[in-house]
């Protein structure tokens, strides 16, 4: 019996397999970094915890919303052939969800998440309006438009990176204390980068699927070489920002040779899936790299909130 017989079509658990649970922690770990940052200037005495956890259902929302218009206009788009597909199972193209439904769906999801975001008004003004009407319509723009482009790596810096970390510590500061600091910025591009490098690894594992289909991808412009390259760079680099940021930003020089350790244990795990990626190269293979990158990543932001606390002394 084939796995899509044991899925009944618009259930429960299809719609489960559709929003991509295992990638709401892409969501998590810019708004973790960013409440860790407030958490650091405000301590526990004037910490808001109302507003994280708004920022935190917001992110899950998106990130939900996101892949569920990734799943229905890739399948418009005849780019899900389940008999060419390398990655994981998508709901449309395996017919565990119909497009109708599939539609009604993240638009609900979208409607979910504006709702969630607007109490955000209250902490962070009206502008946080313009925020959130950004935040969506670059999920539907992403897919749309940017990633057959080459400049998805661009809305992953943006909205993976700058945006969560920069607006959740926003947010969470009190009214006087509301600035975003130079040393937050670097943290949220650092961080863009970091979780950039899944998006690296799933359009490296697409690359000849994604140039047959005319999605011109940064890895396809950019070839095999330089795309796996562009990978190894994205993480280093990312963690090498946040790892300067925090240490410029201590108080005591033994404090920040401490904070570098937690960031080399990063850069060791993620080389260690570059090299992975080197051995694999191409093929359904490649998913065992992505499960890694995804490691790596919750990793990076387990080890940027250490380092932010050994920071705090």
Known sequence: MSENEHIKTNSLTAWVLAARPKTLMGAAVPVMIGVALAMKETGWQDFQALPAVLCFLFAFFMQIDSNLINDYFDFIHGNDDPATRLGPKRACAEGWITPSAMKKGLLLVSLLACIVGLPLIWFGGWEMIIVGAFCVLFAFLYTTFFSYRGLGDILVLVFFGIVPVCFTYYVIMPDHLKTI????????IGCGLVIDTLLCINNFRDRRNDKRDGKMTLIVRL?????AQLYQFVGSLGAALTMIAIMFDVRHPQIAVICMFPFLFYAYKHLQSYSRLKEIWEGRALNKVLEMTARDMFIYGLMTV????????
């Open 181 to 188: 600091p130079v040393c937050v910025v670097t943290i949220s």
């Open 306 to 313: 250490i380092a932010i606390v050994l920071s705090s002394f």
């Open 223 to 227: 070839g095999e070489q330089r795309g």
